[in-house]
């Protein structure tokens, strides 16, 4: 079994900034990526970020330059800083894991937290 439990949403007023935490426990052997997405109210899910598994990252065309994934491999802990926010950024951000769990042959199986809302005001 596995948990990813995300905090840090909240209410914050455009220009801000927030930190998004999403932490991966449970039968895991490896990570190999991890990402956040979102999913404003009447619209698709959207990838936001990645963060691969050889420490490379890719972003969302709407948050380049304003958003910044980073990792802690010995946390098994995902993060995602949020600054310059707008309205447009509010939405449901998940959290999704890509992971083994060391059974041969590998097996990469996909895990989805339970979302965290932001919300930004104008």
């Known amino acids: 079994q596995v948990q990813l439990v995300e905090s840090g949403g909240g209410l914050v007023q455009a220009g801000g900034s927030l930190r998004l935490s999403c932490a991966a426990s449970?039968?895991?052997?490896?990570?190999?990526?991890m990402d956040w997405y979102r999913q404003a109210p009447g619209k698709q899910r959207e990838l936001v970020a990645t963060y691969f598994s050889g420490g490379s990252t890719n972003y969302g065309d709407s948050v380049k330059g304003r958003f910044t994934i980073s990792r802690d491999n010995a946390k098994n802990t995902v993060y995602l800083q949020m600054n310059a926010l707008k309205p447009e950024d509010t939405a449901v951000y998940y959290c999704?894991?890509?992971?083994?769990?060391?059974?041969?042959?590998?097996?990469?199986?996909?895990?989805w937290g339970q979302g965290t809302q932001v919300t930004v005001s104008s």
């Open positions: 999704k894991l890509t992971y083994s769990t060391g059974s041969y042959p590998t097996v990469f199986h996909d895990y």
């Open positions: 449970g039968t895991i052997f490896s990570i190999k990526d």
